[in-house]
């Protein structure tokens, strides 16, 4: 089984399209699972009404309040390994992570441990039109990651990536302390630390499709003390 973990909050005008382009990748054993932070554009009505047109291969998660990325993650991957998933993909609802990567993926992950859609290594890249501050701050963000963490992962801020089973199941996920953006990060990192075996593969990052960005400087700046906190914790 393969089970993509979504989290959305206000995604509504993305998911249809999203998620009509994933199944028809026709990728055997597909399952969706999507955690919505109680949208107030109606993201949960519409993901139960695509359960429906997927029947049995959607499972909607609502949520009561905004309760943050990195727990949405946690949530869907431990839902995710009840139902026996084999591999497991986590990506955005915006669009901005094409489905097309996935078959790519799930190829690598016979080999790797961990697949990360990178920006940052060789033929990886950005739409042209992407924001230019947003590029340098990501690019500027990673590079403190690196000095800061010691990882050797170019592009640790990534949302993308597959994992197999036995990759969610050797980290401790109730472990996890950090529930907003940095979780992307402290992901990477908790993967280093147990010495998984990761590819970086190269993705074109696109703009988001709809809706607007939940991204900012604060939630940035945010993301690199908490990860300065786990690396002296560590």
């Known amino acids: 089984m393969i ?17 009509d382009e994933l199944f028809s990748l026709n990728i055997k054993n597909l399952n969706l699972i999507i955690i919505d932070d109680a949208s107030p554009d ?28 990195g727990t949405a993650y946690i949530i869907g991957f431990i839902e995710a390994l009840k139902a026996g ?3 497991i993909i986590q990506m955005d609802a915006d669009l ?10 799930l190829e690598i992950l016979e080999e790797y441990d961990v697949v990360i859609g990178s920006r940052y290594v060789k033929q990886g890249s950005y739409d042209p039109s992407y924001i230019y501050h947003r590029k340098l701050l990501s690019l500027i963000g990673n590079i403190y990651i690196k000095l800061v963490t010691r990882i050797s992962i170019k592009d640790a ?19 996890f302390q950090c529930i907003g953006y940095a979780f992307q990060v402290e992901m990477a990192y908790k993967c280093h630390q147990k010495e998984l075996k990761v ?10 499709a709809e809706g607007n960005s ?6 940035v700046i945010e993301a690199l003390f908490k ?8």
């Not at 990860?227 to 560590?234: A, D, H, K, N």
């Open 3 to 19: 089970t993509v973990v979504i989290p959305t909050y206000n995604e509504a005008p993305n998911l249809t399209k999203l998620i």
């Open 42 to 69: 109606g993201s949960a009505l519409i993901a139960k009404q695509l359960a429906k047109k997927y029947v049995g291969n959607i499972k909607v998660i609502e949520r009561h309040k905004k309760l943050g990325l």
């Open 85 to 87: 998933a084999k591999r």
């Open 96 to 105: 901005s992570h094409s489905p097309k990567y996935i078959p790519v993926f």
């Open 157 to 175: 801020t990534s949302g993308f990536k597959g994992f197999t089973r036995a990759a969610i199941e050797s980290l401790n996920l109730s472990q």
């Open 199 to 208: 590819f970086e593969y190269p993705i074109k990052f696109l703009p988001r």
């Open 214 to 219: 939940k991204m900012s400087i604060q939630i």
């Open 227 to 234: 990860i300065l906190l786990i690396r002296l914790r560590s």
